[in-house]
């Protein structure tokens, strides 16, 4: 049975995706050697990276799509990025069912075409995990999305909407089943109390990451006051938020 990816890909911005909610959950583990090319095969497509000193549009998507895993906030949207690779498949999918088509097509011919197609399903993967990531924490922190400007524009248009609808779709679940039972007091979702936890959860940027220097960064300063200076290639354990400002400028990825 074919996939049908046009279809998913309407599914996902026309509304919620039922499955968004276990994103992280349903991930298969990443092999070590996901981005490598296929032995012997080259670049075909023009999608798989190649050890060179500008990024490919595969290699800019595996660099945002593991930032966008490990970090406990929202990042950044790449539309653009998504939209270049989206047209990409869709063109490079065409012409692989055309050439299967053709009767005149070698053996040989065939087994390049089987090649072509996998690398394809590999970066629909790739993509359609990026994208349940980013749905899973819009629903996770729909109603701080709402109460936070500076979140607008991370988002796509799509994106946004939708975090409204679930934030509305979640207000009222909750009224419905509890708070209408609650004295009028206690009935609200914004309640901000002493010494406890608060009502509207927001990322938690303390929480510490696994952070890779792509670059000689300048020295960031640590939460007991200290500095620290990382090095190109060197790999550090630090909360989040003392490297945000490295990850939006590109200059660290998160591991």
């Not at 919620?16 to 992280?24: F, H, I, L, Y």
């Not at 303390?206 to 300048?218: G, I, K, L, M, N």
């Not at 190109?232 to 630090?238: E, G, R």
Request: hydrophobic share 35%; net charge negative.
């Amino acid at each position: 049975m074919s996939f049908d990816w046009d279809a998913e890909e309407d599914d996902f911005f026309a509304g919620p995706s039922v499955r968004s909610r276990q994103a992280v959950d349903e991930d298969f583990p990443i092999p070590d050697d996901f981005a490598d090319p296929v032995p012997g095969f080259g670049d075909p497509i023009g999608l798989i990276p190649q050890d060179t000193a500008e990024e490919t549009n595969f290699q800019q998507l595996i660099r945002h799509w593991m930032n966008e895993r490990h970090s406990p906030d929202i990042l950044p949207g790449q539309e653009v990025l998504l939209g270049n690779l989206l047209d990409h498949i869709r063109k490079q999918t065409d012409d692989v069912q055309l050439l299967r088509a053709d009767p005149g097509s070698s053996e040989d011919e065939h087994f390049r075409i089987m090649l072509v197609h996998t690398e394809i399903e590999r970066v629909k993967f790739v993509i359609r995990s990026y994208i349940r990531t980013r749905l899973h924490k819009i629903e996770k922190y729909a109603r701080h999305i709402n109460s936070d400007p500076n979140m607008y524009e991370r988002l796509s248009k799509a994106e946004f909407e939708h975090a409204k609808r679930y934030a509305r779709l979640e207000e009222t679940h909750y009224t419905s089943s509890v708070l209408q039972s609650l004295p009028i007091d206690q009935q609200g979702l914004d309640d901000n109390i002493a010494f406890m936890p608060p009502m509207i959860p927001a990322p938690s940027k303390t929480r510490a990451v696994f952070v890779h220097a792509r670059q000689d960064c300048p020295r960031v300063k640590l939460l007991d006051g200290s500095m620290m200076e990382m090095k190109k290639d060197q790999i550090s354990l630090v909360p989040y938020n003392v490297i945000e400002h490295l990850l939006a400028r590109g200059e660290v990825e998160l591991v």
